[in-house]
């Protein structure tokens, strides 16, 4: 089992419609999870991150994140095409000095206008 | 704007042949990791430099090498390309080691190899 799985899609919406993102893990030392936006051709970004379970919210995205599933959620309101992009998850277990983060292969995006 | 530069954005080369493949930044960050991706697959860590200190990861192949002669540089050697060494490759930094897991991307360099 991989520690960190993502439906990779593609996933196709017509713009203005609610978007989920998922990822599930194993590792219950995992502490920091954040959501990377990758436009095609280009590295990564950050997108939001979260260290608790709850909501993050920003804007048109909410960040959720679930302990006791091992779930989190990345949510987009109302997209737009310009969101089109492939979204990664990441997540980074709690040792203060840990550098590597584990990485999802991500989900493609596309919104339509 | 403070940012992560790759160069070149492209590389072609033939099996066998080295290349290497930089990255400059300036966020001034202490830390600097390279990345290789593959089509629709994870980010896959082969190094990471804190400060001068060099740390590679296990599974990383001995094909592949750095060097940080400076804070601002880094540099990705890759000794002699095979067809699956064909990736992008994308430098990132961040400010410390640990912490929340805030990396900055440059834009990547896309190895072909023929």
């Known amino acids: 089992q991989k520690e960190v799985e993502q439906d990779p899609g593609p996933l196709s919406v017509p713009e203005g419609a609610i978007v989920s993102l998922n990822c599930t893990y194993s590792n219950s030392a995992f502490q920091y999870f954040m959501w990377y936006r990758q436009y095609s051709r280009k590295g990564p970004e950050l997108l939001m991150y979260t260290y608790s379970s709850g909501n993050k919210e920003d804007g048109r995205f909410t960040a959720q994140v679930d302990k006791s599933s091992k779930y989190i959620s990345l949510f987009i309101r109302d997209s737009q095409p310009s969101d089109s992009a492939t979204y990664l998850c990441?997540?980074?277990?709690?040792?203060?000095?840990?550098?590597?983060?584990?990485f999802g292969k991500g989900t493609l995006l596309t919104v339509n206008p | 704007d403070a940012m992560v530069i790759q160069n070149p954005r492209y590389q072609v080369t033939q099996f066998g042949k080295p290349v290497t493949l930089s990255c400059s930044q300036t966020?001034?960050?202490?830390?600097m990791y390279w990345y290789q991706q593959k089509s629709s697959q994870a980010p896959k860590l082969l190094f990471h430099?804190?400060?001068?200190?060099?740390?590679n990861e296990a599974d990383t192949p001995d094909n592949f090498q750095s060097r940080r002669p400076n804070t601002s540089f880094c540099f990705l050697d890759i000794r002699s390309p095979g067809l699956g060494d064909a990736a992008m490759y994308l430098c990132a930094t961040s400010r410390v080691r640990g912490g929340a897991g805030e990396l900055f991307f440059g834009e990547g360099s896309r190895l072909t190899v023929l």
């Open positions: 966020l001034n960050h202490n830390v």
């Open positions: 990441a997540m980074k277990d709690g040792g203060g000095s840990n550098y590597k983060l584990t």
């Open positions: 430099y804190y400060d001068k200190d060099f740390n």
